[in-house]
Every structure is written in structure tokens, then in C-alpha cells.
């Protein structure tokens, strides 16, 4: 089995177009709602955190809001938690009775999550962990991240790697058999010597490919957040996967393979600071910061997943919503300036924002209002067709004001006809749609 940049480009082209997606971090760590790692950081014994499986009721779950509410804000795919580092799984597994199935739920809550993800025409996508605190021949004394790190009880005892890793891949068959055609298949994560062969990577590749040819995969069967993996060498390796996934940071600038080419990327990042639910943590990002984020995202040719982290009921919390509906405001008049975009050609980063680019059509995405006209750098006025604003059509001129005068290599829009107030249309960002002249 081969991979390449060439493959991997032509399997990832709607994604790339699509630019953004929404990630859904939920299971029964929502019920402590300490956030996903709570058994890991506070030492919890399984025994004591199955109490949860006892307790959890998502009552208010309702995926096709969900999915409703990832359309409106103008996302184009989705990733929900399948399963976590916990072991819990949200679908009918046969290989656990650690799953939804034996909750209060009582059903595969996977199945509905699917099934309203494709009923709105967005890309489907399920995040599965490789580990499992749950399992008895998962590592325990030396595992870095286990619950039992350090933990003198399991010092001396013998695991069954082989039996854990037939499960693992037994588990990952379900995900790709059972819930029809999957777009993203989002593992999580290596480490260590965790890694690629450890998990059996290569087998694991050749199966999800025999049943899921067209599905793509995040890079983490080799490597984590922290690093990139193969996929940036000149040979990536069969199990390298299709996109880089940096986590909470967004890249300087892009990211590119050895040879200087573009690698596709996707930024996850989380609404507050925690994926799962934390009840306590009120700290969210404003939409305006999330917005601008994502448009640097697509001026550096990648993706954004953002996350969140709906309650132990099912709801999306009202904060989330709220910034969903702030991306939906500023979607629903500058879409064309997202999708199907990507870095801009030959053109300097700009003091005052982003550009990004689609085609013969450049997209100056203002951040600061600037005093007097608007310098776009790198763009001779000779090139330009004509200009608008993105949000109502109006007209945007070439600059010809006695100001700019001591400036003619450089190309101004006058952004403020008959007036010096310095006031932008969207303080958020406002987009000018510059068409080149073919």
C-alpha cells in the first residue's frame, strides 16, 4: 500500500474546499463535567467512574439540532467522540458493555448522529481514541497518561498487548462497517512509543480503506498535536494520514512537507479551554476572535474544527450557541470568501488582516481599519478588474487620493468615500472581493 502527497490532495479536495467543521467532545465524563481527561487527572478506578454509565440520561440529546445548528454557522462537516480515551462508547459495540446501549439511553446514539449529520448534507465524521483506559490489557503502571501511571497496585502486572490490539481493531471495524459511507475518520493519538506499528497502523489503514476507500484520516496513528509524522517527508508512510492536526495553535505559517509543498492541515481548537464539559469553565472565546482565526486559517491553506462540548443532558450550552450564531451572521454574507479558498498567490501578509484567494479572485479581509485608504500590498491596480464590499455588492475604487501620492508603487482602496471617520462596515472582519482581470 502506497501513500503520497498526490493521493492524499486528491482524497482531501472537498475538505479542503469545505474549510470548516465543528467537533463534538461528549460522552460520560460529562456527568463529573471536569472536562474528558477527568479519570486520567484525578486518578479515578474504573469501578468508580462506572457509576456514570449508571447515570447517564441524555434526555435533551437531539443530534439534528446539533447538526442544524453546525449548518447555520456555515460548517460543512462534523466529528462527534465515538469513543474516548475513557473506553465509553456512544455506539453499539460488540466487544464492550461499556457503551450507550447500557445506559439509560438504551440505543446506539452513533446511528442518530449519523443519520442527522447526512440528512443536513454535511460531511460525517467520528473520532475514535486507540486508547482505552477501560480495557484490562491496556498499560497501566508505565503508561504516562493512564489513570494507574505510578500506581504500585499495577507495577507487576501482565497485560495481553496482543489481545488489546485485536480489539482495537475489531472496535474500529464497527466504526467503518456499520454506519455507510464515512468522510473523516479521526484518530487520537500516539505517543511515546505508542505509536504507528504499536496500534498496527499499516493493518488498520488497509482495513478502513477496504471498507471506507474514500474516507480521510488525521495523522495521529503516528505521532500526536505535538508533532507532524511522515506526511511531511518525501515519503509518507502508508498509515501518515491526510491532514496534520495542530491542537490549540495555529500554525505560523501553514504547513508545508520537505520540499516547500503544501500539506492539508486542520487546526482543532476548543470554544472555552476544555473539549469535554466542564461546568466551571466560563472562559469562552468571542465569535469575532473564533471568526478571524478561521480566515487566518484559510489565508494559510487549512481547515478549522471547532469544538463543543455539549452537557451530561445532551444540550449544546448557551455560550456555544451563541458564538455558532455569531458565525452564522458573518457566514450568511461572506461565505465565497471561505470556501473553496486558500492561501493568496505571490501576496504579502497585510498589516491590516488576511487576504485569501479563490481563482482570479482575491479576498481582503480587514481586521483594523486603517487610516486614509487601504494599502494592498502586493497588488497592482493594473490587475484589478473591480472591487466590492463582500457583505452588500457596493462598489470599492482604486485609490487616487492626493494622500497617497508619495506612495505610486503601491495600490490603495478607498474605503472611505467622503469621509475620514475610520469606520469599517464589520468590525469583525470586513471583506473586500478584489476581481483580477484574466
Known amino acids: 500500500m502506497t501513500n503520497s502527497l498526490e493521493q492524499i490532495n486528491k482524497r482531501t479536495q472537498w475538505f479542503r474546499d469545505a474549510r470548516f467543521g465543528m467537533f463534538i467532545h461528549w460522552g460520560i465524563y460529562t456527568i463529573p463535567a471536569r472536562g474528558e481527561w477527568v479519570r486520567s487527572f484525578d486518578k479515578i478506578d474504573l469501578e468508580d467512574y ?11 440529546y437531539n443530534p439534528r439540532a446539533w447538526a442544524k445548528a453546525a449548518k447555520d454557522a456555515g460548517m460543512k462537516y462534523m466529528v462527534l467522540t465515538a469513543k474516548h480515551h475513557d473506553g465509553f462508547c456512544l455506539f453499539d459495540s460488540k466487544y464492550t458493555e461499556y457503551k450507550a446501549t447500557n445506559t439509560k439511553a438504551g440505543r446506539d446514539l452513533v446511528k442518530e448522529y449519523v443519520e442527522a449529520v447526512r440528512d443536513e448534507g ?22 504516562i497518561h493512564s489513570p494507574h501511571y505510578k500506581d504500585e497496585r499495577f507495577k507487576d502486572e501482565k497485560i495481553d498487548w496482543d489481545n488489546y490490539k485485536n480489539f482495537l481493531h475489531k472496535q474500529i471495524e464497527e466504526i467503518v462497517t456499520n454506519y455507510g459511507k464515512l468522510d473523516i475518520l479521526w484518530f487520537d493519538f500516539s505517543y511515546e512509543d505508542m505509536y504507528g506499528d504499536k496500534w498496527g497502523a499499516k493493518e488498520i489503514v488497509e482495513m478502513v480503506r477496504k471498507y471506507q476507500p474514500d474516507v480521510i484520516m488525521d495523522n495521529r496513528l503516528e505521532t500526536s498535536g505535538e508533532g507532524f509524522g511522515s506526511i511531511v517527508t518525501e515519503n509518507p508512510s502508508p498509515y501518515s494520514g491526510d491532514f496534520v492536526s495542530p491542537e490549540q495553535i495555529l500554525p505560523y505559517e501553514g504547513i508545508k512537507n520537505i520540499n516547500g509543498e503544501d500539506v492539508p492541515w486542520e487546526l482543532c481548537l476548543t470554544m472555552n479551554n476544555n473539549w469535554g464539559y466542564n461546568a466551571n469553565d466560563k472562559e469562552f472565546k468571542s465569535s469575532k476572535l473564533l471568526i478571524r482565526k478561521l480566515v487566518e486559517c484559510v489565508s494559510k491553506n487549512g481547515n478549522m474544527l471547532v469544538n463543543v462540548g455539549p452537557t451530561a443532558r445532551g444540550y449544546m450550552p448557551r455560550q456555544s450557541l451563541e458564538i455558532l450564531e455569531g458565525f452564522g451572521k458573518w457566514f450568511d454574507k461572506n461565505s465565497e470568501s471561505i470556501y473553496g479558498c486558500g492561501r493568496a498567490k505571490d501576496l ?45 455588492g457596493s462598489e470599492v475604487t482604486v485609490s487616487n487620493s492626493w494622500v497617497i501620492k508619495a506612495y505610486d508603487k503601491l495600490t490603495f482602496a478607498q474605503i472611505y468615500p467622503g469621509s475620514s471617520t475610520c469606520q469599517l462596515p464589520d468590525d469583525t472582519d470586513t471583506v473586500i472581493k478584489i476581481v483580477l482581470k484574466k
Open 122 to 143: 454535511l460531511g460525517v465524521g467520528l473520532y475514535f481514541s486507540l486508547i482505552d483506559w477501560s480495557h484490562k490489557d491496556f498499560p497501566k503502571y508505565n503508561d
Open 348 to 392: 504579502p501578509k497585510p498589516d491590516w488582516g488576511y487576504y485569501t484567494q479563490k481563482d482570479n479572485i482575491i479576498y481582503a479581509h480587514i481586521f483594523e481599519a486603517p487610516i486614509g485608504p487601504l494599502p494592498l500590498i502586493g497588488l497592482d491596480k493594473e490587475e484589478i478588474a473591480y472591487m466590492t464590499y463582500l457583505h452588500d
Open 50 to 60: 462506572l457509576k456514570y454509565m449508571d447515570q447517564f440520561d441524555p434526555v435533551d
